[in-house]
Each structure stands twice: as C-alpha cells, then as structure tokens.
C-alpha cells in the first residue's frame, strides 16, 4: 500500500509500504528531482540539443517526467522519454499528489490524459514529446533503442540491493549511448566502482537536501 505523506519543502511523495521506502526525499520531493535530474541530468545533458532521449530507471510518481516535460516544451526541446516501471501506480494516486500544481496545467493534462495508454505503448503526448512507461523490471527490460540519459531512481540500495549490484548497473548502462549522461542521487564506492567498470568518467556533485554528495557519470566514446 502507498499511503501520500507531506516532504520537508511542501511537496508530496508516497511512502511505500512493502518496501518500506518513500518514493521520493523526505527532505524534499520536488527540490530533490529538480536538483538531481533536472539540474544535474536534464540540462546538463541536452545543452545545444533540439532533441533528447531518456531512460529512467523508476517511474513511480511521475514527478521526474513531468519536470522533465516541462522543461523540454519551454526550450523547444524534443523529448523521448520511457522509463521502466514493474509497479505502475493507478492514476488516482498520481493525481492525489498535487504535482499538478508545480507544472503549467496544460503539462499536466497532456500526462495524466495520455498516462494509461503510455502504460500499454509509446504514446504521443505533443509535437516534442513522446512516453513510454514499460512495465517491466529493469532486469528484463531489453531493446536496441540508445538513449542520451538515464535517470537512475530506482529505491535505495538498502531497501533494493538487486537494484544496485554490479550487474544490474551494467545492464542499465548498456542503453547508453557513447557520451550519454548517467545521473542517480546515490553514490557509494561500489556504485563508483561499478560505473568505471562500464568506461564511465565519475563526477561526484553536491547532493540534493538531506544527501552530501550525488553521482554523475559519462560514457565513454569508445564504449559503444
């Protein structure tokens, strides 16, 4: 059961009870997905770039996506986004977090309209962006498609260590493409560790409220 619980800076997010985990910071939903995906993901990622295409690890809320949306029709920025989600939240859940209010409302309308047949195969929100919400696990999430960015927000290695092992990090960083962007909120040695294994160079930027540091890596060239 999720149950809707206030975060430190206003917003919402969801407490997961199964996995004992919130969707998002609690010290902060909306100031964490715009610090570690928007800012250090999104805008790092498409600078001088008509078009982009994302993998997100994670759909959960939405928040990311609808942030993400946001930003890419006000600088005419064409946007492809799928993110892997092997629980699918009902669309009465995503609209009791009040997330409507923090994007322009026809935002808002294009995603919660056009969210359950995303759910079902790449739907066409507008002109510049298109959403795919594979239901799926990482693990067996398989294709051709490269993307630019990978938005990595799966839970926490310590309520989802499967989610974090050296493997299951390749396999994501294996639909990246060569000089593509790879942003999470975590960072540990192993993850580090990990990265570089795939031919990534590592940053470790300041982390959103609550957190000291966040990853941000790219791929190599070479690493095709």
Not at 15 to 40: C, R, W
Request: glycine residues 8%; aromatic residues 12%.
């Amino acid at each position: 059961m999720n149950i809707i619980m206030p975060t430190a800076d206003g917003s919402n997010t969801l407490y997961n009870e199964t996995i004992g985990e919130h969707y998002h910071s609690k010290h902060g939903a909306l100031q964490e997905s715009k610090h570690v995906f928007i800012d250090a993901g999104l805008k790092f990622a498409s600078t001088n770039q008509a078009e982009i295409s994302i993998l997100e690890v994670g759909f959960g809320t939405g928040l990311n996506f609808i942030l993400s949306f946001e930003y890419c029709a006000e600088n005419n920025i064409n946007l492809n986004y799928t993110s892997i989600e092997a629980f699918p939240l009902t669309t009465a859940i995503i609209e009791q977090t009040g997330y409507a209010a923090y994007v322009p409302e026809k935002i808002w309308a294009d995603f919660i309209s056009n969210y359950p047949e995303a759910l079902k195969a790449p739907k066409k929100l507008t002109s510049l962006c298109s959403l795919e919400i594979p239901h799926t696990t990482l693990a067996e999430y398989s294709g051709d498609q490269k993307f630019d960015l990978i938005y990595y927000d799966a839970f926490s290695v310590q309520h989802q260590p499967e989610m974090w092992s050296d493997e299951i990090i390749a396999h994501a960083c294996s639909f990246l493409k060569p000089g593509g962007t790879f942003v999470t909120y975590a960072i540990t040695g192993k993850l580090k560790r990990a990265i570089k294994a795939c031919g990534f160079t590592i940053e470790k930027l300041p982390g959103a409220p609550g957190k000291r540091e966040m990853l941000r890596a790219i791929k190599g060239m070479e690493n095709g």
